[in-house]
Structure formats: C-alpha cells, structure tokens
C-alpha cells in the first residue's frame, strides 16, 4: 500500500497502476497505449480512470476521450 503527501497529511493512495492488484471499481491508472488498444474494456471500467502519459505521447490524441468521458457525466 502505497502513501502519499496530500494537503501536508501523509494518506493511503487509493490509485493503482495496470498490473497492480485492483479490484473492479477501484481508481486505477492505465497507459495511453493500453487505453488505445482496449476501449471498450476500460471505458467499461467501474472505478475512477486515470491515463498516464508517456513522453512519446502527445497529449491532444486524448481530446477525443476526454470529450467523450464528459458526455458520459
């Protein structure tokens, strides 16, 4: 279990990363390329979606998605 400084408090990160343990509904963070190559898998997730972004990626390409998940709310 990993903490993390939030507001000058040490707390538990509720985050995960692709690969880690994580439960269906946890917050979890996903690569761009993994996002890419399986939309419907994790647009389908039930928790919290985070996207993490290599430096060859070019944060425009997520624009679409992004405009989609607010669509979604």
């Keep these: 279990m990993r903490h993390i400084l939030r507001r000058r408090e040490i707390t538990v990160d509720p985050w995960r990363y692709l690969g880690e343990d994580a439960a269906a509904g ?3 963070i996903v690569p761009f390329a993994a996002l890419r ?3 419907e898998r994790w647009w389908s997730w039930g928790g919290r979606l985070g996207v993490r972004l290599s430096p060859a990626d070019r944060a425009e390409d997520l624009v679409a998605d992004l ?6 709310v």
């Design 26 to 28: 946890e917050a979890l």
């Design 37 to 39: 190559a399986e939309r």
């Design 67 to 72: 405009a989609a998940a607010l669509e979604q």
